[in-house]
Nanobody
Framework: QVQLVESGGGLVQAGGSLRLSCAAS????????MGWYRQAPGKQRELVATITSGGSTNYADSVKGRFTISRDNAKNTVYLQMNSLKVEDTAVYYC??????????????WGQGTQVTVSS
């Protein structure tokens, strides 16, 4: 059984910073890609950033230059450093692990979500 456990959300003023962490646990052989998605009230879930096991990254245009995704493959952990936060970054942030190889095969997993609230 694979679980993704997120941490680091909270309340911050506009212009501030937060760092999210997500650790995948279980009998994992390999994870192809890890990333962060977010969902604001009344909106669809959207991609924030992803990173492959080789270090290739992809960012939403709205966060480029402000957010940085990184990954520790040995710990199956992904991080999201969020700087210069804006009110519009307020959302529930979900960790995603895609291409997770275990003895049971390959699947995609989601974390339970962590709230990020940016006040003006």
């Amino acid at each position: 059984q694979v679980q993704l456990v997120e941490s680091g959300g909270g309340l911050v003023q506009a212009g501030g910073s937060l760092r999210l962490s997500c650790a995948a646990s279980g009998s994992i052989f390999r994870i192809i890609a890890m990333g962060w998605y977010r969902q604001a009230p009344g909106k669809q879930r959207e991609l924030v950033a992803t990173i492959t096991s080789g270090g290739s990254t992809n960012y939403a245009d709205s966060v480029k230059g402000r957010f940085t995704i990184s990954r520790d493959n040995a710990k199956n952990t992904v991080y999201l450093q969020m700087n210069s936060l804006k009110v519009e970054d307020t959302a529930v942030y979900y960790c995603n692990a895609d291409g997770v190889y275990t003895i049971a095969g390959m699947k995609e997993y989601w974390g339970q979500g962590t709230q990020v609230t940016v006040s003006s």
